[in-house]
């Protein structure tokens, strides 16, 4: 079973330009989140999805990030403009069931760089 | 404010001795507890979980973990370490509630010397 993937694995962008991050859930898995983690502090909530719908958005930063899950499968994440605050490691997982002790898996993250 | 601490950026231990590292938290009700392991250029990898019952719970690659209820403690431990163990290792909490996001501590590097 293949698990959760994230492409790109590293981005390098200028300030004020746009980067979409793109997740695959592990196949089955209604459940998506989306983590960030910036300069080496904690990891921090962004949103969930179930299934294409979301749930829970309370940990986006601001409206300048968008998030989609079309058809419930994937999900991107697109930046638009880019600040430098929002460099970091952004990491997607999902989960299989909508119950509260669900284990979250894990993708490799993207190291998002903002210049 | 809900929290969870692991009150040492680096825990060093010699191969094949003991290791703790440790987290408390601070939220409301009867969280689930997790933690996580990042290898070097890795994703995260789920380690271990506790949701109920036996207090000291089993995970992958030897590791266990005790939960404290009285503590708030969640301490991550492993009988004999190996130099493969070193890594970025996360604590994290779930409220049982509320909703799936998870609270996430600083994380601990573990440094097993050979």
């Known amino acids: 079973e293949a698990g959760v993937t994230q492409f790109p694995s590293h981005s390098v962008i200028e300030k004020g330009q746009t980067v979409t991050l793109r997740c695959d859930p592990i196949s089955g898995h209604d459940n998506l989140y989306w983590y960030r983690r910036v300069m080496g502090k904690e990891i921090k909530f962004l949103l969930h999805?179930?299934?294409?719908?979301?749930?829970?958005e309370s940990g986006m930063p601001n409206n300048r990030f968008l998030a989609e899950r079309t058809g419930g499968t994937y999900s991107t994440l697109k930046v638009q403009p880019a600040e430098l605050e929002d460099s970091g490691v952004y990491f997607c997982?999902?989960?299989?069931?909508?119950?509260?002790?669900?284990?979250?898996?894990f993708g490799p993250g993207t190291r998002l760089t903002v210049l | 404010a809900q929290s969870v601490a692991q009150p040492e950026d680096q825990v060093n231990v010699a191969e094949g001795n003991p290791l703790t590292v440790k987290c408390t938290y601070s939220?409301?009700?009867?969280?689930?507890l997790f933690w996580y392991v990042q290898y070097p250029n890795r994703g995260l990898q789920f380690l271990l979980k506790?949701?109920?019952?036996d207090n000291l719970v089993k995970g992958s690659y030897g590791f266990e973990a005790e939960f404290n209820k009285s503590q708030t403690s969640f301490h991550l431990k492993k009988p004999s370490a190996l130099v493969s163990d070193s890594a970025l290792y996360f604590c994290?909490?779930?409220?049982?509630?509320?909703?799936?996001?998870?609270?996430w501590g600083a994380g601990t590097k573990l440094i097993i010397k050979p």
């Open positions: 506790y949701i109920t019952g």
């Open positions: 939220v409301s009700g009867n969280p689930y």
């Open positions: 999805f179930v299934k294409e719908s979301k749930q829970d």
């Open positions: 997982a999902s989960s299989t069931t909508s119950g509260s002790f669900d284990t979250q898996y």
């Open positions: 994290a909490v779930r409220e049982r509630e509320s909703n799936y996001q998870l609270i």
